[in-house]
């Protein structure tokens, strides 16, 4: 089976609209917004719960003023909508275990039902670890991830993440014990010069290095990007030739399977998710069937314009009538 | 629009031409040299002096350092497979004669699950009689690391066992019969700390696998594939201190030597568990601490942290007491160890210099350890690198410009003139320097220009040996130039004893060098290439700590680049250089110990010292004020990019403590290191 994918809207028709969780994002990001104010517009009876995340107070630069007028605006927005959702309310860097009960208790008892996974505006440690659950739990029969764009030019010049935490595994992702990794697989994309401080560890050891650059993309991002890969492979051509792939930034299955071609070709991975969400995404599900490691360095702090404007929100099955999609 | 494109396709015709891999890449990374062949080949042996050596005997060791010190590279010698490597070559043996033999096992906190203990929540079944809550968790924490290192304790005893004759084994004094004794895993197996969990393993294969069983299944339910820990672990959980007791007690046993062969215990990442768990990594520390705390005659714990970060959290898991610092453990600064001592002595460009020749021998693929790292850096002369700022075409401009604005025109002229044809740009900048100094203290021009005729002060060996390098920033600063960083002793200067800043300046000096030849190693790097490249890596250094991950690093950065340039301004402006040992500011070492919001400053500089961003050093004041001090510099590696001085020099900025909090966390707050003067403490503001 592949990934089906498509317009939110488009995807979501194909599912009974009765007993359906979206799990969101209430964020300073407009388009954190964007899935939530859909599902409404279109009457579906969906129970919505909406996460609200907190930068921990040592971030620098603390925007926490910041974060929360914006954040005030978002929730406003969906309240002259008339959108109804259950607030949650995390530390950025809260446990693990909280974050599964999280979904647990969005999952309720019992009936299954069809579980959206805004992942527009969550972070990574969270929406990783509720994909993974999410596949493997019976309550979730259907499981659909929705991915929002940024508007056009929505993202800002400058820093959008600071202070970042060492690197570690995302949680639920710690790679199968005692298996060293074969490769590094990375995705990059704003802020990719991060990816750099893990590279030394696989040159060193003559592991294979393999970069994912979406496209398209924002202007600001590709330069960025580029100038990652120059750095990655200290501007020898000849060794990024084949150890970068230019990849759709949307099509989910697309990376899923140049993924898999590595894996193929050199053996497990080790993930490193600098890239687009559904680069994210991809990798999330790859890891998932190779028991593999997503690594991390979990930025503290995030710029309150991280994003700006609403593009089109694309839906991925990853879980059709109880069996994954993707494997 | 040609144009651009022609440049850049020349640009892309010089990309090519790497032909030597850079033997200084991967700087930092050292503990990652899994093959042991590798690691050995670039082991600088030249640092296993003196008090190193303590590291390799039977006590609990401590190793701290900022960042990039080198404490992974020394550590990392205990592992069994490095020791068992090294003594398979000559030079290593012979090196490893003066160490106490020892069997040393090890694991990484940071990599293994160890620091995911806390992210799940465990629950001990009550028949269990483990404790509830954080103490289950930690429990199971222990549970973990114990079988970690009982399964690295299996891998050393089953690779002597394997190797006929191994090294290792002739090493520690170890029997083949002794090891090939049937009953020697049955033995293990029925130890009492074990509660059953490997009855009936029968060999040494077989213990390990029963031990991967077991750390896999902790990993797996802290990764979410397993909802329960089964009883059968439960039924059979370890303590931490006692299966070590007897890994050391066999060791003992089977070693038939006269002396001791304890079993040493490496825990690397200990200082990174706070980071990498917020709810219990305080608490997995205090696990760890048992360890030190056991004072276990057999079993000997080292750890490397980083300088700040040992000492944060001293109390014992389960129980009231606390580490005390000599007897349950020692520590070893690497700081003071490669630092300048008081008597002049460093032993840092040795280590320096061998590790260079190494690496490029290893690495680079050259083969040969002839290669003479001195002369391909060159040497550094104050009035060699004033020369460089003459420019043939205007060699007459720059002289009048060093002198600066300040001086009035008739003593500027008879100043030329006492300077004489052919003066260099150096002697004409100190000179001014000294005269202004004079004019400002209200001495009579026509007197200054007498005693500055007659005795050329400036000329004086310690007046301008600690001038000279402010001397050299502001002629550089005065005539619209960057300041020029060569030479091996600058090189050294810019590493501040720091390996990792060492390595990371070869580095850029090397690509750097790279993009216009294929000879490589070159008999010497041109000054520009060294000057471009050393501004490469302090430009790299300063951005590091921004995209690192390293906790903090964004503050650090912001403050970085408010607190180099303030001083790198003052010292500049400063034209009759009265102040040249403010290039760095002093505190009084209890000015940080009073509320919490002192106490934020303190850690602020704690961990700036830590990762390499401040250097620290204690100091007694000049005036009689009674109190030991600290004085801080922007560490040298950054120099370059805020443009300071490589040297430093008495006497610090004495700055009041709310000055240093202001240009920390104000980011509006202007920074000045010259209001107060030398060695007297600032008025306090009314």
């Known amino acids: ?327 | 629009m040609t144009r651009r494109i022609a440049k850049a396709q020349q640009a892309k015709a010089i990309e090519p031409f790497v032909a030597r891999r850079n033997p200084f890449h991967d700087p930092l990374v050292s503990e990652h040299y899994e093959d042991p062949e590798r690691y050995l080949r670039n082991f600088s042996w030249t640092v296993v002096r003196g008090d190193i050596r303590q590291v390799f005997e039977p006590r609990n060791i401590v190793l701290l350092g900022p960042q990039g010190t080198g404490k992974t590279m020394i550590l990392n010698l205990i592992r069994h497979r490095v020791i068992s490597e090294a003594l398979g070559t000559d030079w290593a043996r012979h090196e490893l004669g003066a160490v106490p033999r020892f069997l040393g096992i090890s694991i990484n906190l940071a990599r293994v699950a160890f620091s995911r203990f806390g992210s799940r929540p465990i629950v001990a079944p009550s028949w269990s009689g483990t404790s509830e809550g954080e103490g289950a968790t930690v429990a199971a924490a222990g549970d973990f690391m114990m079988h970690y290192l009982f399964d690295d304790f299996l891998s050393a005893l089953a690779q002597m066992q394997k190797e006929r004759s191994g090294r290792l084994r002739d090493w520690l004094d170890i029997s083949d019969e002794a090891l090939e004794d049937r009953s020697l895993a049955r033995d293990i197996a029925d130890w009492e700390c074990w509660s059953g969990w490997y009855r009936g393993c029968r060999t040494l294969p077989e213990l390990q696998v029963k031990a991967k069983e077991r750390l896999r299944t902790w990993h797996s339910f802290l990764n979410y594939n397993l909802q329960e820990v089964p009883d059968a672990i439960w039924h059979s959980k370890a303590s931490v201190e006692e299966p070590l007791h007897q890994m050391g007690n066999l060791l003992g046993r089977l070693s038939a030597g006269d002396a001791a062969c304890p079993l040493y215990v490496l825990l690397d990442q200990y200082e990174e568990l706070p980071n990498l768990s917020a709810t219990l990594g305080s608490s997995l520390q205090r696990l760890v601490n048992r360890l030190l705390k056991a004072r276990d005659p057999v079993v000997f714990t080292k750890l490397g942290a980083r300088t700040y970060d040992w000492g944060r959290e001293l109390r014992v898991w389960g129980s009231d007491s606390r580490l005390e610092f000599e007897r349950d453990y020692a520590t070893i600064d690497l700081r003071s160890v490669l630092g300048r001592t008081e008597g002049n002595q460093w032993l840092f460009p040795s280590m320096a210099e061998d590790v260079a020749r190494r690496r490029i021998a290893n690495e680079a693929g050259t083969g040969t350890t002839d290669v003479d790292v001195k002369e391909m850096f060159g040497e550094w002369r104050a009035e060699s690198e004033a020369a460089l700022y003459v420019r043939a075409t205007e060699q007459a401009v720059p002289i009048e410009k060093v002198l600066g604005r300040k001086i009035p025109e008739d003593v500027r002229s008879q100043l030329v003139q006492i300077l004489g044809e052919g003066s260099s740009l150096l002697d004409a900048r100190l000179a001014a320097a000294w005269v202004q100094q004079r004019l400002q203290r209200g001495e009579a021009p026509t007197r200054v220009v007498a005693h500055a005729r007659r005795e050329r002060p400036w000329r004086n060996q310690w007046w301008r040996k600690e001038r000279i390098e402010i001397a050299l920033l502001q002629i550089a600063s005065l005539t619209n130039q960057r300041r020029y960083h060569f030479g091996w002793d600058t090189v050294l200067h810019l590493s501040g004893s720091n390996i990792g800043a060492f390595l990371y300046l070869a580095r850029e000096i090397w690509d750097v060098a790279a993009r216009f030849t294929t000879d490589m190693p070159p008999g010497r790097f041109d000054y520009k290439v060294q000057t471009d490249g050393i501004l490469n890596a302090s430009q790299k250094w300063r951005v590091r700590d921004r995209v690192d991950v390293t906790g903090g690093g964004a503050l650090r950065y912001d403050v970085m680049n408010r607190l180099g340039p303030g001083i790198h301004d003052s010292l500049v402006e400063d034209l009759a250089i009265s102040n040249p040992g403010h290039s760095g500011f002093s505190l009084q070492e209890n000015d940080l110990v009073d509320g919490p919001q002192r106490e934020r400053l303190k850690r602020f500089l704690e961990e700036a010292v830590n990762w390499a961003y401040l250097e620290e050093r204690r100091h007694t004041p000049k005036s009689r004020e009674g109190r030991t001090r600290l004085k801080w510099f922007i560490h040298g590696v950054l120099a370059p990019v805020y443009e300071l001085p490589i040297k430093r020099v008495k006497e610090p900025y004495y700055a009041r403590v709310e000055e240093v909090q202001a240009w920390v966390f104000d980011p509006k707050a202007r920074v000045r290191l010259a209001a107060h003067s030398r060695g007297k403490k600032p008025a306090k503001k009314k």
């Open chain 1, 1 to 327: 089976m592949s990934i089906p994918w498509g317009l939110a809207q488009h995807v979501l028709r194909r599912f009974d609209p009765q007993e359906c969780t979206l799990i969101g994002c209430v964020a300073s990001e407009q388009r954190g917004n964007a899935a939530p104010l859909m599902i409404h517009a279109e009457g579906r009876p969906c129970e919505q719960v909406l996460v609200e995340v907190i930068d921990p107070p040592n971030a620098y630069p603390d925007y926490g003023p910041q974060t929360a007028a914006a954040r005030l605006i978002q929730r406003r927005s969906l309240a002259d909508a008339g959108v109804g959702y259950s607030d949650e309310r995390f530390d950025l860097l809260s446990p693990d275990s909280n974050i599964a009960d999280m979904l647990s208790r969005a999952l309720g008892g019992g009936a299954s039902r069809t579980l959206i996974i805004d992942i527009s505006a969550l972070p990574k440690r969270f929406f990783c670890l509720f994909v993974k659950l999410a596949c493997v739990d019976e309550r979730a029969t259907n499981v659909i991830a929705i991915y929002t764009e940024a508007g056009r030019g929505g993202y800002p010049e400058g820093r959008l993440t600071d202070d970042a935490l060492p690197f570690s595994p995302l949680p639920g992702f710690m790679g199968a014990f005692g298996e060293e990794p074969k490769m590094l697989l990375a995705s990059v994309g704003m802020q990719a010069e991060k990816v750099e401080g893990l590279v030394d560890e696989y040159r060193n050891a003559n592991k294979h290095i393999h970069v994912l650059l979406g496209f398209p993309s924002d202007v600001t991002m590709t330069g960025r990007a580029w100038e990652t890969v120059r750095a990655i492979f200290r501007g020898d051509v000849s060794l990024a030739r084949d150890a970068v792939d230019v990849v759709s930034t949307l099509d989910v299955q697309d990376v899923f399977d140049v993924i898999e071609r590595q894996v193929v070709r050199y053996g497990r991975p080790r993930f490193a998710p600098y890239g687009p969400k559904p680069h994210t995404l991809a990798m999330c599900l790859s890891a998932m069937k190779h028991d593999a490691e997503m690594t991390y360095g979990q930025p503290r702090s995030y710029h309150p314009a991280y994003s700006t404007g609403v593009g089109p929100s694309w839906g991925y099955v990853l879980k059709w009538n109880g069996r994954p999609t993707f494997d």
